[in-house]
């Protein structure tokens, strides 16, 4: 399944980069991209496991920016 959710407060390109790459190594993850100039994440995951890889994608943007909230 893949989905496109807008991210409030990212305030950097490094840390866009840095959130990708966690989410990435998620497991059940087969695709992610976060885009600083649009303020989107894209998800792509196993649809049976969506919701929960969505919650540790939204733990592991709030790692590297806290003030960063994902839209659902």
Do not use: Y
């Not at 990212?10 to 866009?16: G, I, Q, T």
């Amino acid at each position: 399944m893949k989905k496109r959710f807008k991210l409030l407060n990212l305030d950097c390109a490094n840390c866009a980069a840095k959130m990708e790459d966690a989410i990435k190594k998620l497991d059940g993850v087969h695709d992610a991209t976060v885009s600083f100039m649009t303020q989107k994440l894209t998800l792509d995951a196993d649809d049976a496991r969506f919701e929960e890889i969505l919650q540790q994608a939204v733990k592991a943007c709030k790692k590297v920016e806290p003030d960063c909230t994902i839209v659902l």
